[in-house]
């Protein structure tokens, strides 16, 4: 499995420098598109976070920008002009509990009680990146597998995908990529 995007810098309208119409409570929601190729045969459902381990330093633990499980393969779009298999598009985050009621979102960090927001549309949907500091790298993962996770409902935490993803009893492709942020001009 691969997966990309069309840039390495993470365009403006899906961080912390995006017009405020693409922000709620002050925080970037529309989430950035990427594209999954070359998945195996029998793969049928996609599930992903988005991290930033660069965090650390400035608030003591690895955001957690994005996470979703159970996406069925053949609820995505083709992206039949560019040549890749699926293509998760722009505002995907906002749109999958309208379009595709049975898979589901994490928290995001901002959910922790050290944060304490409670909008849900900041705390299970993307969450943008915005760097206080310096351009931080943020880790897109992706997994695929032929069945759902089990248990993985609306809200989850990131620990219980993994775990779904570690004691998942079958085949599951993998693959990441490293998208830089930097901070809002």
Not at 72 to 91: G, R, T
Not at 95 to 109: D, F, H, K, N, V
Request: glycine letters at 8%.
């Amino acid at each position: 499995m691969k997966i990309s995007a069309d840039f390495t810098t993470i365009p403006d309208d899906f961080t912390g420098a995006a017009p405020a119409q693409n922000k709620t409570d002050g925080t970037p929601v529309i989430s950035f598109p990427f594209y999954v190729d070359e998945l195996s045969e029998g793969m049928r459902y996609l599930h992903w976070q988005l991290v930033d381990p660069d965090s650390i330093p400035v608030c003591g633990f690895e955001w957690i920008h994005w996470s979703a499980a159970n996406v069925p393969v053949d609820a995505i779009m083709f992206d039949f002009n560019d040549s890749h298999a699926l293509q998760i598009p722009p505002d995907f985050s906002r749109t999958l509990p309208a379009m595709i009621p049975e898979a589901a979102q994490g928290r995001t960090s901002a959910a922790s009680k050290f944060v304490g927001d409670t909008n849900p549309m900041v705390t299970m949907r993307y969450n943008g990146p915005t760097p206080p500091d310096k351009p931080h790298g943020y880790q897109l993962h992706v997994w695929a597998t032929a069945n759902p996770l089990p248990g993985l409902n609306q809200g989850f935490w990131l620990n219980e995908l993994q775990h779904g993803i570690r004691d998942y009893g079958g085949k599951v492709d993998e693959a990441e990529i490293t998208l830089v942020g930097d901070p809002a001009k």
